[in-house]
């Protein structure tokens, strides 16, 4: 089975500071692991894709297969940086499950 | 920009009640999903289909759930009855192919009263 859990609801940040969600993730095999977001009042959709290993929006993610993780982060938030974001994982069914997402404020 | 359409966004309806959603995927999408997302939850996997077939629906309450995509284009949600716990945003996505990135729709927000 595969399980991915996002310990934090909400985070709450100051613009210009770091913003670090965390995810970890359970599965047997090498999985493939993404970040979506939901901006205010817009559809879901994909922020990045650990695959691609490319710096979206100023975002990175690390797959750390040791801890299981692939936690997102970004050195400086900005104000456009508000959305719900979550974690995904994709196994070799190519079925996508989702974390419960973490709520992200970036306050000015 | 070609986007992923579902109908109709608000539904209200009472329970016992039979309730229907559609999606149209991005042309050329093989591939298409329905996902049940809770208030506070993420969105789970209901059916996943490739084409016109059904590849999971391991997660679908057959009881009262069903889904069909009968042409592997456009695809129709029903519940019935609907019952207090269905109340939920019903997501549609497509992807190009099945390790490919989804696309969603705006989704389709259902109250069982």
């Known amino acids: 089975a595969q399980r991915v859990t996002q310990p934090e609801k909400l985070l709450s940040v100051f613009k210009g500071a770091p913003v670090e969600l965390k995810c970890n993730y359970s599965?047997?095999?090498?999985?493939?692991l993404f970040w979506y977001v939901q901006y205010s009042r817009q559809r879901l959709q994909l922020l990045l894709r650990?695959?691609s290993r490319e710096s979206i929006k100023g975002f990175t993610a690390d797959l750390n297969k040791g801890e299981t993780s692939f936690h997102l982060k970004k050195p400086f938030a900005q104000e456009e940086d508000s959305a719900m974001y979550y974690c995904?994982?994709?196994?070799?069914?190519?079925?996508?499950?989702f974390g419960a997402g973490t709520t992200v404020t970036v306050r000015a | 920009e070609a986007e992923v359409a579902q109908s109709p966004r608000y539904k209200i309806t009472e329970k016992s009640q039979a309730v229907a959603f559609w999606c149209d995927p991005i042309?050329?999408?093989?591939?298409l999903y329905w996902y049940r997302q809770i208030l506070g939850q993420g969105p789970e996997l209901l059916v996943q289909?490739?084409?016109?077939?059904?590849?999971?629906d391991s997660q679908l309450p057959k009881d009262r759930f069903s889904a069909e995509r009968l042409k592997g284009v456009d695809s129709t949600l029903k519940i019935q009855p609907a019952e207090l716990g269905d109340s939920a945003m019903y997501l549609c996505?497509?992807?190009?192919?099945?390790?490919?990135?989804?696309?969603f729709g705006e989704g389709s927000r259902l109250t069982v009263l």
């Open positions: 996505a497509s992807s190009l192919f099945d390790a490919g990135e989804l696309f």
């Open positions: 599965y047997s095999g090498s999985p493939e």
């Open positions: 650990h695959i």
């Open positions: 995904a994982l994709s196994g070799s069914d190519y079925k996508l499950s």
């Open positions: 042309s050329g999408h093989a591939t």
């Open positions: 289909f490739q084409d016109e077939s059904v590849v999971d």
